[in-house]
């Protein structure tokens, strides 16, 4: 296929692979597509060992990676605050309400030896510029050819240091207004989310949004992303001026995705409705499975959500005390708790496929579309 992202890219398929499992942008990489590692969850070390693993499987292929460094948060006005300052911001009523949750639901503690925190933001708050700073270090060390921040417009240092390296940007947009913004800072390429997307979202949808943003960011390509997993989805989106497709939900129900099993298992029984937007996991409002998790934040015995890094502060082993005991599935009230971000395309998601038959079916059913569109010209 010709379009602006192959030719920038070097890649086959215009198809953006935004996922957390390394795997999965190796397999979309070797089929085509083009990986994108989601950082925001990586130590420094245990994204230098990813990184360079990629490097190994896909033999010089080209693939990114996205880094979460939000242009909101507690603190920033400050300069930034330290955990311990940010940890006193946390109300004990939410503390009190998150504890009697893990309790009415079975959620037993971690052992010992799995309290000690070990992920990314555990010395700096997380989604923090401070947090960024050191996986931006490590990214540019290894062979990427995109970065791309995923809330809000990216830093002035990762512009300059990415140009440097020759390594393009990217950034996402929900409204017309944060694209041009973003194309004025400086940023190659432009994702244009909708509303129906897993994750950070906004309120506008897809099919409004991308022809906006291709209009007012011209001659800068746009990627199309929310609610996109399929050809036909890909063709309409290449027909609303995009010059590819960005996806992320499709990739989680995956044969290679490191998706939580209880919580795959609940992908693949969902419809496209079983999905709202909640700040019950990172503070500002996200796309993902309804649960008994979003029903008790949303109810009317919530505290409410705290704003961002508090909020994931807040619940960060909470979180894998779920996860840890949802493993079994014999722990019904963990299992009901148990969700994760995800877009409206899950009601499409009812079966486990390898990643690389997803691009290769993706590339059919755009082929498919693409002639049926096409005979009704003649």
């Given amino acids: 296929m010709k379009t602006k992202i192959c030719e920038m890219l070097g890649i086959e398929f215009p198809i953006l692979a935004f996922t957390h499992c390394r795997d999965v942008v190796a397999a979309v990489t070797r089929a085509g597509g083009y990986g994108v590692l989601g950082a925001a969850g990586h130590t420094p070390e245990q994204l230098d060992i990813d990184l360079k693993w990629i490097a190994d499987e896909v033999g010089g292929r080209p693939f990114g990676v996205d880094i979460i460094v939000p242009a909101k948060y507690e603190g920033k006005e400050a300069g930034g605050l330290s955990v311990g300052a940010l940890k006193d911001m946390i109300p004990p009523t939410h503390r009190e309400f998150l504890d009697d949750l893990l309790t009415r639901y079975g959620v037993p503690e971690l052992p010992a030896d799995e309290k000690v925190l070990s992920r990314a933001g555990d010395s700096e708050p997380p989604m923090t510029y ?113 010059e590819g497709v960005w996806c992320g939900s499709v990739w989680l129900t995956t044969e290679e995705a490191e998706t939580h099993p209880a919580v795959k298992q609940k992908f693949l029984a969902a419809s496209s409705s079983d999905t709202l937007r909640s700040r019950s996991r990172t503070g500002k409002p996200a796309r993902q499975l309804r649960s008994a998790w979003t029903e008790e934040w949303e109810g009317p015995n919530s505290p409410g959500m705290l704003g961002l890094p508090l909020q994931p502060m807040l619940i960060g082993q909470a979180s894998r005390r779920i996860d840890r005991a949802a493993m079994n599935p014999q722990n019904e009230g963990a299992v009901k708790l148990a969700n994760y971000f995800v877009g409206q395309i899950v009601g499409s998601m009812n079966e486990s496929k390898k990643a690389d038959r997803v691009v290769l079916e993706m590339v059919d059913g755009f082929i498919d579309a693409m002639t049926r569109v096409n005979g009704m010209m003649e």
């Fill in 130 to 242: 401070d947090q960024a700073v050191p996986l931006m270090d490590v990214a540019f060390s290894h062979p990427i050819t995109l970065i791309v921040n995923a809330l809000g417009p990216p830093p002035p240092d990762m512009i300059e240091r990415a140009h440097a390296n020759g390594v393009l940007v990217g950034a996402l947009a929900g409204k017309k207004a944060h694209a041009v913004r973003h194309v004025a800072a400086g940023v190659d390429i432009i994702i244009a989310q909708g509303h129906e997307a897993g994750g950070h979202t906004g309120e506008i949808g897809t099919m409004v949004l991308v022809p906006e943003i291709v209009d007012a960011v011209a001659p800068v390509p746009v990627l199309a992303a929310g609610g996109i997993g399929t050809g036909r989805q890909m063709a309409a989106s290449l027909a609303l001026g995009a």
